[in-house]
């Protein structure tokens, strides 16, 4: 493609990723079912290295026409804005039917669960421990990037990052406050519709908040380098929609299935 054009569109050049990226997408789950059924998880790890490998490279592209290219004007960043608000909608909806599957479970439970709520035989987990200090934790770490992003505002990039550093490290925790649930956990994804939905949700959840980790990391590194400035910063903000996204759905998985649930 030519440096120079007479429109202000950004055309993409030939990339091999998307192929490459859904061919390890298709190994990794392949692979995952393997996992499943023969307890071999070789192939798997193989699709999740070129799915990284992949990812890294993608994003290096991104950053290139974003930073040093001069790729994303103003238009550009427009459709930027609007992709990630649609994706972001995708992904609610994508939440919504784990919530529906749950209070339709819940709401009127079958004989086949002793029909009360949780189901008979089940221990849920109480509310007030280790689930408060997650959602605590996730409330933080929301307050935290709000503050790293006014400090990009104003300039003031140690405050920014700073903010964002403190982010990531609450995102990290609260992962492992997650795993530790789940090695404690008193039921499994087998025992009923109570253990599924808890599992999924809360897994999908817990996917969203590493891939947002990640997103944040690439978001550190970049303003390390001073990618960003106070009026061009759209991975940084998009980066901090997808963040506030996933303390929401985790404040309604709190109220849902920890508390009301339990």
């Not at 290295?49 to 993608?58: A, D, F, H, N, S």
């Not at 790729?71 to 649609?86: A, F």
């Not at 949780?118 to 987990?125: L, Q, S, V």
């Not at 025992?191 to 891939?211: E, M, N, P, Q």
Request: charged share 5%.
């Amino acid at each position: 493609m030519s440096t120079y054009s007479n429109h202000p569109y950004h055309l993409v050049t030939y990339s091999p990723w998307p192929i490459v990226a859904a061919f390890s997408i298709m190994v990794g789950m392949i692979g995952f079912i393997k996992l499943s059924y023969e307890f071999n998880q070789k192939l798997m790890l193989i699709g999740m290295i070129i799915l990284i490998l992949t990812i890294i490279q993608w994003w290096r592209d991104v950053i290139r026409e974003s930073t040093f290219q001069g790729s994303h004007t103003k238009e550009v960043m427009t459709g930027l804005r609007w992709g990630m608000i649609l994706f972001i909608i995708s992904e609610i909806f994508f939440f919504v039917s784990f919530f529906w599957t749950f209070y339709h479970s819940s709401l009127a439970p079958a004989v086949e669960l002793g029909s009360t709520w949780p189901p008979a035989g089940i221990i849920p987990f109480n509310a007030l421990q280790v689930p408060l200090l997650n959602t605590t934790v996730l409330l933080a770490s929301g307050i935290s990037i709000t503050w790293s992003h006014h400090g990009l505002l104003d300039n003031n990039y140690n405050q920014a990052i700073q903010g964002l550093m403190l982010t990531i490290m609450l995102g990290l925790y609260f992962t492992m406050l997650q795993l530790y649930e789940y090695y404690e956990a008193p039921f499994t994804i087998a025992d009923s519709v109570f253990g599924s939905t808890f599992f999924v949700a809360t897994g999908f959840h817990g996917l969203h908040v590493v891939i947002g980790t990640t997103f944040l990391i690439t978001c550190l590194f970049r303003m390390s380098y001073m990618h960003f400035t106070s009026n061009h910063h759209f991975g940084f903000e998009a980066a901090a929609w997808y963040w506030h996204f996933v303390d929401v759905v985790w404040l309604f998985l709190y109220v849902s299935i920890y508390w009301w649930g339990s």
